[in-house]
DNA sequence: TCTGGGGTCCTAGGACCC
DNA sequence: TCTGGGGTCCTAGGACCC
């Protein structure tokens, strides 16, 4: 059985979605000059989220921070994020991908792949890619790389290559000329510690990893991505385009402090800010967690998580902080300074009976009247927020 | 230059049960 | 009294993705 799968990725999405909105306003197009997406400028924390093809060019990159970007290029333009603005673009465009198959997996707010297996009637594939392309150019605004190929894996791939606007094949028999010759870091899931471990045993390219048996690779990466390693390396990949999702397994929340901090008030408070922010979450989904879990950063970027399983499911703001405030003596001494602390929670489930406890805590209903008021107010805000945005 | 925020999956070890 | 082996659940940590 011969698949045709796209995967269809917006060249630098939230910069291309940022300048369609500010040249609609008769602003000048960021896209033509060195310009990113990130958060406060001021802050020297913030790192890029999208980064023009110009200021690509010139060596910026997302995750970088901005400081460091600004030194690359001063006269860099910075436009804030619109996450609003950006779910309204992404609609557009998974619609018009929607329009040429039905079974479409939206994989992030700017990648979508298509099964297009039954859906060509005997058209050339990369003509259809090319309609498509031009299609979102004209009618939204902005460009999008199409990768062709016979499974997700090599769509993928395929979309990587030359961007932007453009389409490309990557068929299983293209995979010697067109992917072996790439490096292992150009494969899909070898990150940073993969590659250094591959190098470090004279796996350079694709080609190489691909050549290499199942065996020996497994002594470097263990057994199991060992073999899905092998397997993409060889250009072959058998995962489904899902047009289902999975239900989410865990939320959280983080904030990193603009300077480290050691002050047990500060980090309470912070605490105190990302249970709000997940409980609202849980709630607004419908879910309750059984799970509650911290974790804390230091300056050297090391981690420790601690966790702990809660009597029953909550949703409950105050429940889930006091679990934190119990694990955070855990995590850390109380004295080292912080970069950032977060909360998570898992163990999700709507089950909604309430295990009637003989020791509920006298203070449920307020708690409850508490998380009520807390929504309120968030709904509130979001809709004076859509209301600005219509003015 | 000094690194955000939100997820998923895998591994490995320990506890506990049969 | 001492032993094996398998299964499940939980926790911590690490790797990857966008």
């Not at 929607?98 to 594939?125: A, N, T």
Request: hydrophobic share 40%.
């Amino acid at each position: 059985m011969h698949r045709i799968i796209f995967h269809i990725d917006v060249n630098s999405a939230f910069l291309s979605w940022s300048a369609v909105k500010l040249v609609q306003a008769g602003e000048p197009d960021i896209r033509l000059v060195p310009s990113v997406v990130s958060g406060d400028p001021s802050d020297r924390r913030s790192i890029i989220t999208a980064a023009s093809m110009p200021a690509k060019k010139l060596g910026i990159k997302t995750a970088q921070p901005v400081s460091m970007a600004l030194r690359t290029c001063p006269s860099l333009v910075i436009v804030p994020g619109d996450w609003a603005w950006y779910k309204e673009c992404s609609r557009g465009f998974i619609a018009i991908c929607r329009e040429y198959s039905p079974v479409l997996e939206q994989f992030s707010i700017d990648e979508c792949f298509l099964d297009m297996s039954f859906r060509l009637y005997g058209k050339d594939p990369v003509e259809v890619a090319t309609v498509l392309k031009d299609r979102i150019k004209a009618e939204l605004g902005f460009t999008v790389n199409v990768g062709v190929g016979s499974n997700k894996l090599l769509a993928k791939m395929a979309s990587d290559f030359e961007k932007p606007d453009k389409v490309h094949t990557l068929w299983l028999d293209e995979v010697p000329q067109k992917m072996w010759p790439l490096g292992v870091r150009d494969l899909l899931w070898v990150g940073k510690k993969t590659e250094a471990r591959l190098l470090a045993n004279g796996i350079r390219t694709i080609g190489d990893l691909s050549r290499l048996g199942p065996n020996s690779l497994a002594q470097l990466v263990g057994k199991k991505f060992a073999e899905q390693l092998h397997e993409n390396a060889n250009g072959h990949d058998d995962s489904p385009v899902r047009t289902e999702y999975p239900e989410a397994k865990s939320i959280s929340a983080e904030r990193t402090f603009s300077q480290d901090i050691s002050e047990a008030r500060d980090i309470d408070r912070a605490l105190f800010k990302v249970a709000c922010i997940v409980a609202h979450r849980l709630r607004r989904h419908r879910f309750r967690a059984s799970t509650v879990s911290i974790f804390v950063k230091y300056k050297d970027f090391s981690v420790v998580q601690k966790q702990c399983r809660l009597e029953q499911p909550t949703d409950v703001t105050a429940l889930i902080l006091n679990a934190a405030r119990r694990l955070l003596p855990q995590a850390w001494d109380g004295v080292t300074p912080l970069r950032q602390v977060g909360l998570g929670v898992s163990g999700l489930t709507h089950d909604f009976y309430e295990q009637m406890s003989l020791f509920e805590d006298p203070k449920m209903e307020y708690y409850r009247d508490w998380d009520r008021q807390y929504d309120e107010q968030r709904a509130e805000d979001a809709r004076a927020r859509a209301y600005e945005r219509k003015k």
